[in-house]
């Protein structure tokens, strides 16, 4: 499966942006879907993730309550909707898929900039 996201931008503190991801090669519905992200001079980690079908959500702490997961496989897509934004949330965010059968993720796209200003 291919993913490509999108949405990142230049947003104030406070402000809000929604990422896509979108998958083409195979149905989105096979997979479980993370979001991830990776801030300069820091290792990637983990945002958030959904399930199949979208009945289980994961959130870090540093996100809960501000970003929300959600997935429309009709449409192959993956959103995040994060509110409420903070400079420490500037990062690459990346969106990645894998078999429920699998512990790792097994694809990923590109990432998508996120700089939010103080």
């Known amino acids: 499966v291919q993913l490509q996201a999108s949405g990142g931008g230049l947003v104030q503190a406070g402000g809000s942006l929604r990422l896509s991801c979108a998958a083409s090669?195979?149905?989105?519905?096979?997979?479980?879907m993370g979001w991830f992200r990776q801030a300069p001079g820091k290792e990637r980690e983990f945002v958030s993730d959904?399930?199949?079908?979208?009945?289980?959500?994961h959130y870090a702490d540093s996100v809960k309550g501000r970003f929300t997961i959600s997935r429309d496989n009709a449409k192959n897509t993956v959103y995040l909707q994060m509110n409420s934004l903070k400079p420490e949330d500037t990062a690459v965010y990346y969106c990645?898929?894998?078999?429920?059968?699998?512990?790792?993720?097994?694809?990923w796209g590109q990432g998508t900039l996120v700089t939010v200003s103080s």
């Open positions: 959904i399930s199949r079908w979208g009945s289980s959500t």
């Open positions: 090669g195979r149905t989105l519905s096979s997979y479980i």
């Open positions: 990645a898929a894998r078999e429920v059968a699998h512990q790792e993720y097994d694809y």
